[in-house]
């Protein structure tokens, strides 16, 4: 049987493991800050930017081949070249876009903590 009490240390459990996730988000966020004003790796993000362009082109230039392919074989060699760069791209894309979505959710934590901290503290003041 689960009492009142149970219910609210599993609610205070929840809490507590939340903002812990939480601060480990926003204690890592300096560190992507940090990165993102740093001219080297926005020199860096410019590279991988000319790569994913680089993707792009051997993606299309993939698809045009694929309508002029004589045999299936060859349709299907051409749709692995195709889905090697795709993913390819896709992941480089992921770590471009990271820091700042790190950073982003970090300024979401922090809004969450807050919210936490109160619910928290009614939940301990109901005891």
């Known amino acids: 049987m689960i009492t009142e009490e149970s219910r609210k240390q599993k609610k205070l459990a929840s809490i507590e493991e939340e903002l812990k996730y939480l601060k480990q988000v926003v204690d890592a966020a300096p560190r992507y800050e940090r990165l993102i004003e740093n001219d080297d790796f926005k020199a860096v993000l410019e590279d991988l930017k000319n790569v994913v362009a680089s993707h792009d082109h051997e993606i299309q230039r993939t698809m045009a081949l694929y309508g002029t392919a004589p045999s299936f074989f060859k349709q ?43 619910q928290r503290q009614e939940a301990m003041n109901n005891d």
């Open 76 to 118: 299907m060699r051409l749709s692995t070249i195709l889905m090697a760069h795709q993913i390819q791209k896709d992941q480089i894309l992921t770590a471009i876009a990271r820091p700042d979505r790190i950073v982003f959710l970090a300024a979401q934590a922090r809004e969450r903590i807050a919210v936490l901290k109160k």
